[in-house]
């Protein structure tokens, strides 16, 4: 195929207002994915849309091992999904109150906020 340019499970974006540091969530546009590297605002920083990987969320919130989460952009955190959060993926473990993270699969597919 004369037309492939790459397999999509990393893509270089531009970090967003304020920067990324490594390991954090990064939305642009309908895109989601984890930054590899910390990258100042506006610099080109390669985020990953496809894994699983352990991400922060709400002391109190709980999942369930297969329950929907959502990217909450502005915390910073994964969240159940709800109204303004992006869907992002699922959750691969329970996760219960007092935890700090909650392991996620990603969809890897376009989101918006809800």
Same mark, same amino acid.
């Given at each position: 195929?004369?037309?492939?340019?790459?397999?999509?499970?990393?893509?270089?974006?531009?970090?967003?207002?304020?920067?990324?540091?490594?390991?954090?969530?990064?939305?642009?546009?309908?895109?989601?994915?984890?930054?590899?590297?910390?990258?100042?605002?506006? /610099?080109?920083?390669?985020?990953?849309?496809?894994?699983?990987?352990?991400?922060?969320?709400?002391?109190?919130?709980?999942?369930?091992?297969?329950?929907?989460?959502?990217?909450?952009?502005?915390?910073?955190?994964?969240?159940?999904?709800?109204?303004?959060?992006?869907?992002?993926?699922?959750?691969?473990?329970?996760?219960?109150?007092?935890?700090?993270?909650?392991?996620?699969?990603?969809?890897?597919?376009? /989101?918006?906020?809800?």
């Amino acid at each position: 195929m004369k037309n492939f340019i790459q397999n999509g499970h990393m893509i270089t974006v531009p970090a967003p207002t304020g920067g990324v540091v490594s390991g954090q969530g990064v939305i642009v546009g309908a895109l989601f994915g984890i930054a590899a590297t910390t990258a100042p605002e506006a /610099t080109n920083v390669e985020i990953a849309t496809t894994g699983v990987y352990d991400l922060p969320k709400a002391l109190a919130t709980v999942f369930a091992l297969g329950d929907r989460v959502a990217w909450d952009d502005a915390a910073k955190v994964i969240a159940p999904p709800a109204a303004g959060l992006y869907p992002v993926g699922v959750a691969v473990t329970a996760a219960g109150n007092g935890a700090v993270t909650v392991r996620v699969r990603l969809d890897g597919v376009a /989101t918006a906020a809800a």
